[in-house]
């Protein structure tokens, strides 16, 4: 059984920054994919950005610049740090582990409002 665990939603105001943390426990394949995806209300949802166990790096379009991904192997888990937040980032923000197969975390939600 694998489990994800979020930290480090909340409100913040445009221009601010937010770190979210996620750990994973259980049996997971040393290669593998973590990462962040999120729903805004009424869309569909989206890759934020991803990174694979040896580095690999993708973002969304929409964050490059902004927000930073980092991993820390030892410890299961990924992070994501988002700079320079604006209103359209308002989302539940879901960590996301393609370990065999898809596991999803339970979602925090980040507001940016002023």
């Known amino acids: 059984q694998v489990q994800l665990v979020e930290s480090g939603g909340g409100l913040v105001q445009p221009g601010g920054s937010l770190r979210l943390s996620c750990t994973a426990s259980?049996?997971?394949?040393?290669?593998?994919?973590m990462g962040w995806y999120r729903q805004a209300p009424g869309k569909e949802r989206e890759l934020v950005a991803t990174?694979?166990?040896?580095?690999?790096?993708n973002y969304a379009d929409s964050v490059k610049g902004r927000f930073t991904i980092s991993r820390d192997n030892a410890k299961n888990s990924v992070y994501l740090q988002m700079n320079s937040l604006k209103p359209e980032d308002t989302a539940l923000y879901y960590c996301?582990?393609?370990?065999?197969?898809?596991?999803w975390g339970q979602g925090t939600r980040v507001t940016v409002s002023s």
């Open positions: 259980g049996s997971i394949r040393t290669s593998n994919i």
């Open positions: 990174a694979t166990t040896f580095g690999l790096i």
């Open positions: 996301y582990l393609y370990s065999l197969k898809p596991y």
